[in-house]
């Protein structure tokens, strides 16, 4: 696609539900990346993707989330038994990845999540 | 460890003014070097980085930036402000030796440009 896109854009969901964010990225990117934006505050970096290459998982902030990716294509944000602090903004982004020094990173819009 | 200060939680500036937003960093050897901006409800847009080369790196919009090592400084300037360019602001830095990897950001800086 032209640019990255994610969905839902609003999600509010009980604690204690699991909830799944979508992100595709640009089209040809291989390297895909998660953040969170809390309300006033920066990004946090989640966790990376890479080709085939094991994912970068350091700053996923409990078990409970998780993120997979299909191939080179789609990837799934997964929060599970969701917390009040699981609330904000989840931002996916994308690079080509073709390891160009200091390649940009495109965002996506973001997911904005409550939970109640 | 790696990490960016922005200073100013906001920034006040009259149209036709000139402004910066500060950036500061700490990390190991020489980042890479990102401004990002963010409108309401929207996600991020690249303005500029800086790689190597010219101190100077020309963006999108008018912006500019000045990487100063000796300060490690990466303040993001514009000559003439535009009311349209109220917004959010993030300052990142990547690890150079990371091709890939993750940005570290600071904590945003909201401009404010009144007529």
């Known amino acids: 696609g032209a640019g990255v896109s994610q969905s839902p854009s609003n999600k509010v969901t009980e604690k204690g539900k699991d909830v799944e964010l979508r992100c595709d990225p640009i089209s040809g990117h291989t390297a895909l990346y998660w953040y969170r934006q809390r309300l006033g505050q920066g990004l946090e970096f989640l966790i990376y993707?890479?080709?085939?290459?094991?994912?970068?998982k350091s700053g996923l902030p409990s078990d409970r989330f998780s993120a997979e990716r299909t191939g080179e294509s789609v990837s799934t944000l997964t929060i599970q038994r969701t917390q009040q602090e699981d609330s904000a903004v989840y931002l996916c982004?994308?690079?080509?990845?073709?390891?160009?020094?200091?390649?940009?990173?495109?965002f996506g819009p973001g997911t904005r999540l409550l939970v109640l | 460890a790696q990490s960016v200060a922005q200073p100013e939680d906001q920034v006040n500036v009259a149209e036709g003014n000139p402004l910066t937003v500060k950036c500061t960093y700490s990390v190991s050897g020489n980042p890479y070097l990102f401004w990002y901006v963010q409108y309401p409800n929207r996600g991020l847009q690249f303005l500029l980085k800086y790689i190597t080369g010219d101190n100077l790196v020309k963006g999108s919009y008018g912006f500019e930036a000045e990487f100063n090592k000796s300060q490690t400084s990466f303040h993001l300037k514009k000559p003439s402000a535009l009311v349209s360019d109220s917004a959010l602001y993030f300052c990142?830095?990547?690890?150079?030796?990371?091709?890939?990897?993750?940005?570290?950001f600071g904590q945003g800086t909201e401009l404010s440009v009144k007529p």
């Open positions: 982004a994308s690079s080509p990845g073709a390891s160009v020094a200091g390649e940009t990173q495109y």
């Open positions: 990142a830095v990547r690890d150079r030796g990371n091709q890939g990897g993750k940005l570290i």
């Open positions: 993707f890479q080709g085939n290459s094991a994912p970068d």
